[in-house]
């Protein structure tokens, strides 16, 4: 847990810095699980609405179908069991409760998403309001 925060946090003051003519560009193995939850963190700083950041959260299983389906074809050409499959499947894409179990560690850590950003990550509202000038145009 202290290794994803100290990257949540360095993950903000890059995003605090960042100059506005510049991109900034972030990713992991599969963009899903710690992307999907640096996009979600970040939303909440901006004050996105839950419903729209589980929706863009979920985007993620219709922008890999197309990959997971090679890799399921290819699995199964080469003998994967229907459980390999589903594991295949699993591991290559997101399902809400991975974000509402998220969520959900953060409200017990804080209370709520909010004040995890505050408690753990050091964005103060000050910070929040520099995010929130910067990237709500």
Same mark, same amino acid.
């Given at each position: ?41 970040? $939303?909440? +700083?901006?004050?996105? *609405?839950? %419903?729209? /950041? ?7 299983? !219709?922008? &890999?179908? @197309? ?10 050409? $080469?003998? +994967?069991?229907?459980? *390999?499959? %589903?594991? /295949? ?7 809400? !409760?991975? &974000?509402? @179990? ?36």
């Amino acid at each position: 847990m202290i290794f994803s925060q100290k990257a949540y946090t360095k993950f903000f003051d890059l995003l605090l810095k960042k100059d506005p003519e510049q991109s900034l560009l972030f990713h992991c193995t599969e963009g899903k699980d710690r992307t999907g939850l640096a996009t979600a963190l970040f $939303y909440t +700083a901006l004050g996105v *609405d839950t %419903d729209t /950041i589980y929706k863009d959260y979920l985007l993620t299983n !219709d922008i &890999l179908r @197309e990959r997971l389906d090679q890799r399921l074809e290819k699995a199964s050409k $080469y003998g +994967a069991s229907q459980a *390999d499959l %589903d594991n /295949i499947e699993s591991f290559m894409s997101v399902d809400a !409760d991975y &974000l509402s @179990e998220a969520f959900s560690t953060m409200a017990d850590l804080s209370g709520d998403p909010e004040n995890y950003l505050a408690e753990y990550l050091h964005l103060d509202d000050s910070k929040i309001q520099i995010l929130r000038n910067k990237y709500l145009v």
